[in-house]
């Protein structure tokens, strides 16, 4: 009886495979891999990143190596969106390898995400996979992205105070300036 139950306890834990452990990322840090082996549907190999936001941050994302894969952003399980729709294959675009900037000014898929103060675990899906002349899907591949704060993201009271003043001493002067030339 004890026999059995230590098999299907065993059997159980065995199944039980759980998505991959997230890892850390440093906001600020630059541009970070990420890798992936599957076609759409698929999530990152690395079980996405954790980070912290102090403030605003923009979360900037784009395809490398092979045109064609397109993502889809989640926070903790919630789509925030997806990247730019490009066709899964392109017989003009290089292969960039992982020189981003190459990537971004060759109409790569990409995407950037505007993220406010808190904790994140960001992972990307694959929407689209890239395929080859022939057809084929390429069933894993390479990306990278980066997250970078944002100075003075969101104006404080006190500047949207001097803000309104501002715009109501403008038109005060201009009301002004027509009942003198009246």
Known sequence: MIKK????????????????????????????????????GTFTSEGGFTFDVVGAAELTLTDAYSYGDIFEVFDDGSSLGLTSIVPSYDAGKPNVGSNMESAISNGFSQGTFYLSAGSYL?????????????????????????VDSIEGGVPEPATWLMMIMGFGLVGVAASRKRLATA
Request: aromatic share 14%; charged share 10%; net charge negative.
């Open 5 to 40: 139950a230590l098999v299907g306890l065993g059997l159980a834990l065995g199944l039980a495979t759980g998505a991959s452990a997230s890892v850390s990322y440093t906001v600020d840090s630059g541009w970070r891999a990420f890798s992936w082996s599957g076609n759409e």
């Open 122 to 146: 960001i992972d990307f899906s694959i929407y689209q996979s890239a395929v080859d002349a022939s057809g084929a899907a390429y069933g894993s591949g390479g990306a990278f992205f980066r």
